[in-house]
T-cell receptor, first 113, second 116 residues
Framework: DAGVTQSPTHLIKTRGQQVTLRCSPK?????VSWYQQALGQGPQFIFQ???????QRGNFPDRFSGHQFPNYSSELNVNALLLGDSALYLC????????????FGPGTRLTVL | AQSVAQPEDQVNVAEGNPLTVKCTYS??????LFWYVQYPNRGLQFLLK??????LVKGSYGFEAEFNKSQTSFHLKKPSALVSDSALYFC??????????????FGRGTSLIVHP
């Protein structure tokens, strides 16, 4: 049973560029959440997707957007990258009925130069 | 609003000694509480959770945590530390009151270093 997978593992971009990160949830899970973990900080909630719609959103600007596909996989898009967007981006999946039980992927390390 | 405080950036302990990693929380409703561990360049791994019931929660790898409602604390403990326990530990809280978001808020993390 595969757990949560994320791609790519690492990514280097320059300021102003756009990036897309991908996540496949744990088998059987229908809800995907995205978190940003800056260096030396705990993860901060970006948004959550269920039934292909954004259900909840944290305190992040509109430059951060997402999508969920019919197979429950998800993408995180960040436009107009800033140096401060450099972080580990974590995807977590869960069942909507058990939203507190989140399983995290290994993350994508984004570096913005 | 909900929040978590992990007052120690780093905890040092000798192998074989008991360890405690502290966590206090603030939430308007009843809390769900979690501990996660993160190894270098890895995602978060679930250790244990408190939802309701017994205040002493047992989790993975011999870890346990005690929920103390009056002190709003949820300290992580282990009777005998291993060098392999060295990692970054995160406490998290979410609100499961009616209308609660169920989205966890994480602390800043505590680096546990176990010396041989």
């Amino acid at each position: 049973d595969a757990g949560v997978t994320q791609s790519p593992t690492h990514l280097i971009k320059t300021r102003g560029q756009q990036v897309t990160l991908r996540c496949s949830p744990k088998s059987g899970h229908d809800t995907v959440s995205w978190y940003q973990q800056a260096l030396g900080q705990g993860p901060q909630f970006i948004f959550q997707y269920y039934e292909e719609e954004e259900r909840q959103r944290g305190n992040f600007p509109d430059r951060f957007s997402g999508h969920q596909f019919p197979n429950y996989s998800s993408e995180l898009n960040v436009n107009a990258l800033l140096l401060g967007d450099s972080a580990l981006y974590l995807c977590a999946s869960s069942l909507v009925a058990l939203r507190n039980e989140q399983f995290f992927g290994p993350g994508t390390r984004l570096t913005v130069l | 609003a909900q929040s978590v405080a992990q007052p120690e950036d780093q905890v040092n302990v000798a192998e074989g000694n008991p360890l405690t990693v502290k966590c206090t929380y603030s939430v308007s409703g009843n809390p769900y509480l979690f501990w996660y561990v993160q190894y270098p360049n890895r995602g978060l791994q679930f250790l244990l959770k408190y939802i309701t019931g017994d205040n002493l929660v047992k989790g993975s790898y011999g870890f346990e945590a005690e929920f103390n409602k009056s002190q709003t604390s949820f300290h992580l403990k282990k009777p005998s530390a291993l060098v392999s326990d060295s990692a970054l530990y995160f406490c998290a809280v979410s609100d499961h009151a009616s209308g609660g978001s169920y989205i966890p808020t994480f602390g800043r993390g505590t680096s546990l270093i176990v010396h041989p």
